[in-house]
Each structure stands twice: as structure tokens, then as C-alpha cells.
């Protein structure tokens, strides 16, 4: 691959070599569960708790959790990968064969994950072709007997022991 090849692929293909997490974002919409899955998740600040992902300007599901007063993030866990795929589809339940909780707030929850992070949008960054959502933290629970999945090369993989 040259250094002047910025191509959507190529590029794809290089930001692949960067290992990251893999979050559900998801909600209660009109009593339904809506999400989707990022492999763009940060943690940014501290003080005042803050954490981001980015969504693709052309999402269809966005649009629908972003006005919404609370999100559940889920670190997605090891046993997760099928489902990091069903909740990346643009069709059907994306939370079939998924155990989740929903809070008083409307934010949902994945069970089996390693953190839950209920959440509220604090700003939104347009950033080419995706937004980056910064999100305020209002709760976390750590479930740390549960390793996360990686997104690495296309693949999603296991940390190692």
C-alpha cells in the first residue's frame, strides 16, 4: 500500500491495525428496545466523568436514540461476538438471544458484559463523515469477571490471559 492511497478501503484497513472495545449504545424507544454497536469507544475525562463514540452520519438507528434523555452503554464481554454482529445489522432484532435490563430512565443494559455506563449526551461533534457523541457518565457498574471482546482487523478477538 503506498502512503498516498487515503481511500475509504485502504483506510479502513489501516485504522484496522488499532485494537478497540466493542460498546452497545442502546435505549427504550415507545416501550422497544433500539441499539446499535461501536468499536469507537473512548473514555475522555474524569472530571466531569465523560466518554465518546462515534456513530456514522448516515445511520437510521442514531437518529433514534439521540434525543433520548439516558443511554446504556455495554462493554460488549468474550461471549459477545455474535451479538456485536446482530447489533450492527441494518435488519432484524438486534437483541435476539440477549438478556438485557432497562432502568427507570429508559437506558438498557446488556447482560454478560464487563461495565454498564448509564449515560446523557453532552455534546455532539460532526466530524467528517461521523459524529462524535460525547457522552456525561450519571452510573457505572463494573462487572470485572467478565473480559472484553476486541475489534481488531475486521475480526473480534480475545484478550489473552
Avoid: Y
Avoid at 17 to 28: K, L, Y
Avoid at 136 to 160: K, N, Q, Y
Amino acid at each position: 500500500m503506498s502512503g498516498t492511497d487515503l481511500s475509504p478501503t485502504s483506510l479502513r484497513e489501516a485504522f484496522g491495525h488499532f485494537p478497540t472495545g466493542v460498546i452497545a449504545i442502546a435505549a427504550e424507544v415507545d416501550g422497544e428496545r433500539v441499539g446499535l454497536a461501536a468499536s469507537t469507544f473512548v473514555p475522555v475525562s474524569l472530571d466531569p466523568p465523560l466518554v465518546s463514540f462515534s456513530v456514522q452520519n448516515s445511520s437510521t438507528t442514531w437518529p433514534k436514540l439521540k434525543d433520548l434523555p439516558k443511554l446504556g452503554i455495554s462493554v460488549l464481554g468474550e461471549a459477545h461476538d455474535a451479538a456485536a454482529k446482530t447489533l450492527a445489522a441494518k435488519t432484524g432484532d438486534r437483541f435476539a438471544g440477549l438478556e438485557t435490563t432497562s432502568t427507570e430512565g429508559g437506558a438498557v443494559f446488556i447482560h454478560g458484559t464487563s461495565v454498564w455506563l448509564e449515560t446523557a449526551i453532552d455534546q455532539l461533534v460532526l466530524a467528517g463523515d461521523h459524529t462524535i457523541v460525547v457522552l456525561r457518565v450519571h452510573d457505572i457498574t463494573v462487572h470485572a469477571d467478565v473480559a472484553p471482546i476486541v475489534f481488531h482487523r475486521s475480526t473480534f478477538r480475545r484478550l489473552g490471559a
